[in-house]
């Protein structure tokens, strides 16, 4: 297969031009790598689990690229450097979902195998991983990655299903791995993708494989968050293109002072993105999945609070305003997610049903729900399900549902003489594709650029079954830290109530982080809603800035937050060398006393709030 054809617009060209800045730690020709300590489950109730699942590739070190001191014209030789005397190959597939940026991964990749050695080898995987299975594959030249370097999607090796979910499929990724011998393979991707390349490389590694495998976290979602990784590729341009669309219509709703827009975000099963695109275009009103679930709303609360919003404003004669909705909120609702648990294992027992005959195999409840909700939103619920089984998010018109259940109260309160305004119009709109294939903004490229060099030296160092990571990405580009997270250290184990047909523990995986409603950014909405529900504080960022002041202005959640992590865990370990070094043996006897006074009380109040019940956690 040769370079896919594609037609450049005036901007494409000018964008494959874009040089982004790499890092100090990435700069030059030597890099060193530094392994720090054994890294741990952030939640102790399950490092049991997880180090039983993957006993091999559990407690690695956590590592970080510096450049090595020393270094003339970036020729020297350190013990712990890449050196390459044999030429890597390297395969990399697209597994998730395209997100703006994940080609600078590749070329990232590629700019840094091609720099250590031009021997080095990149090969695509064409089709994502059923491309994988096959062995379908497409070499990666430089005249490929000039048309499309700093281009949006994932058309130049394309992706199919999202998950590796048999052991048919893992031995048929081993055995492709094995096949081209490669030294490492990266998958791209969210939190699905990783949980796979975690699974990857604990079973090379039990197979005496010798391919290594890298994750890469790429996700518009902006869910796979943790102590390690502070967003996700993609998820900067996409809130960004979603925001001018908002504030568009924000601005068409204020001239024609007609027309309730409810507004439909991409996001699965999170709200990263909703909240982020509110923090920057100011609607009326945003409805957020966490909030829902944590308050416990039904869907008549969801649409009493509308309601009441929209009453309040037309009290001071406005008719008119914007609500953002994200596409996971329906699981979100309690009542619709017990419905579609009953949905969900009757089609898991292959039970034959449809919209004439559900109800009927439903308990009481669910039946009297499934016959209330309209025709539109019982044929979604009963939609193909997804490859991991859940049902189509996206497909799901919620904001019409929600849309139809708010005139219909308005309706009543009129009749009833607690509305007396005009009568309520909606326009829905579901934003979701228009994102993905963007043009990645200034940041994305950036970053992703970034983490392909890591992948690459995480791969010559052949480290197994880390993620690629870059920190402190709220400073500038000088600031940033590179380096590499072991998978296993970002996972999770779900837990559920006993009961008939139920799962007590879950399998560990790396599970998507829900907006934190004791959060920066969440408490910045916090301040602002009430203003923004009464007044028209719309907000338009614009399109994408690629040059000028606007240009390199990140996200207003990775803005506010404070997630130095890495960072401060190399700040802490340089005040414990510290201690070390001033009580060394022959040290005078009130150091040690000190010492040992303070270092006893440190670890008392760790040990307090390490434990699961300060931690709010709960056993099995």
Known sequence: MGVPLVELSTLQHVRTAYKARLP???????????????????????????????????????????????????????????????????????????????????TGLFDALKAHNTSNVLLGFVGGTEGLFAQKTLEVTEDLVRTYRNQGGFDMLGRTKDQLRSLQQVNDARAACEALKLDALVLIGGCGTNTDAAQLAETFTATNCHTKVIGVPVTIDGDLKNQFIETDVGFDTTCKVYSQLISNICIDALSAEKYYYFIRLMGRRTSHITLECTLQSHPNMVILGEEVSTQKMTLFDITKQICDVIQARAETEKYHGVILLPEGLIENIPEIHALLQEINDLLKHDVDVDILNLSSKL??????????????IKKQLLLDRESDGSVQLSQIEMEKLLAQLVDTEITRRTKAGTYK?????????????????????????????????????????????????????????????????????????????????????????????????????YELLA??????????????????????????????????????????????????????????????????????????????????????????????
């Open 24 to 106: 100090p730690a990435l700069q030059g020709s030597h890099v060193e790598l530094v392994r720090g300590d054994s890294t741990v489950a952030a939640d102790p109730a399950d490092a049991l689990v997880i180090s039983r699942s993957f006993p091999l590739t559990y407690g690695l070190p956590l590592v970080h690229l510096k450049a090595p001191s020393g270094t003339e014209n970036g020729n020297s030789q350190s013990e712990n450097g890449v050196s390459q005397s044999v030429p890597l190959r390297v395969g990399v597939v697209f597994c998730g979902r395209q997100s703006p940026g994940g080609h600078n991964v590749v």
């Open 363 to 376: 308990s009481p409840w669910a039946s009297a729900l499934f016959d209330f909700l309209p025709l539109f």
């Open 421 to 521: 305004g005009k009568k309520f119009n909606a326009i829905c709109h579901f934003f979701g594709y228009q994102a993905r294939g963007s043009l990645p903004s200034n940041f994305d490229s950036t970053y992703a650029n970034a983490l392909g060099h890591v992948a690459f030296h995480l791969a010559a160092e052949g480290l197994n079954g880390y993620m690629a990571t870059v920190t402190n990405l709220k400073e500038d580009v000088t600031n940033w830290r590179c380096g590499g997270a072991p998978i296993t250290a970002m996972m999770s184990v779900k837990r559920w109530l006993r009961g008939p047909g139920v799962s007590q523990i879950g399998k560990p995986a790396v599970h998507p982080a829900k907006v934190d409603l004791k959060g920066k950014p």
């Open 527 to 620: 301040q602002n809603a009430g203003r923004w529900q009464t007044d028209d504080l719309y907000c338009n960022p614009g399109p994408i800035q690629f040059e000028g002041p606007g240009s390199d202005i990140k996200t207003v959640t990775l803005s506010v937050e404070d997630q130095d992590y890495v960072g401060r865990i190399q700040e802490l370990q340089k005040y414990l060398d510290q201690v070390k070094e001033m009580v060394k043996p022959g040290c005078p006897p009130e150091v040690l006393k000190v010492a040992l006074s303070s270092m006893a009380s440190v670890t008392e109040v760790l040990s307090v709030i390490s434990a699961p019940a300060y931690r709010g956690l709960r056993p099995f």
